[in-house]
């Protein structure tokens, strides 16, 4: 095969139902990672723990004083996350001093009795759409070409049109 030029590759912008089905193909731990590096973008300070005997807890995030606790599911596209995981990890909170907000982040979606429950136990949700609008909006694709080396986004990139418009503002007054 021979080998091309960088400026000679064409590359094709990856769609974002492509791109979640990337992150729903990861390893549970690399996709610790990557929403670690999401939150870096985010302006948190990121520690990924997933381990066995990490009592649930895969990413802590602070912000000076601020802390958030952030369960990661890598899930397949049938897979949501229902009401009691989200009442399992609203409980991390107890497990660490000086946690602010617990965050649930999942490549799949959560059911309807999880949305429902999440804002009375002060869980916020971010779903697979969520965290491709988040990267949209922060135009973070490095995060990806970081993470898949075979994906190249820019500026502009996505392949349609987003209707996650807002996504990035949501996140930021469900933090503050």
Request: charged share 30%; net charge negative; proline share 4%.
């Amino acid at each position: 095969m021979p080998e091309n030029d960088a400026a000679d590759v064409e590359y094709r912008t990856p769609s974002k139902a492509y791109l979640r089905r990337r992150l729903q193909g990861m390893d549970p731990y690399d996709f610790e990672a990557f929403v670690a590096d999401v939150w870096e973008h985010l302006g948190w300070n990121t520690r990924t723990v997933g381990e066995p005997g990490d009592r649930g807890i895969d990413v802590i995030a602070t912000d000076g004083d601020a802390k958030q606790l952030i369960q990661v599911k890598r899930y397949g596209p049938s897979t949501t996350v229902g009401s009691p995981e989200v009442q399992q990890y609203a409980s991390l909170r107890l497990q660490e001093d000086g946690v602010d907000q617990v965050t649930i982040v999942t490549t799949g979606s959560f059911s309807r009795q999880a949305e429902d429950l999440a804002p009375d136990l002060d869980v916020i949700l971010v779903d697979g759409a969520d965290l491709l609008g988040i990267l949209d909006e922060l135009e973070a694709y490095e995060v990806f070409v970081a993470h898949f080396e075979d994906i190249q986004v820019g500026a502009g990139d996505g392949g349609e049109e987003s209707d996650d418009t807002g996504v990035l503002d949501r996140v930021r007054s469900w933090l503050s």
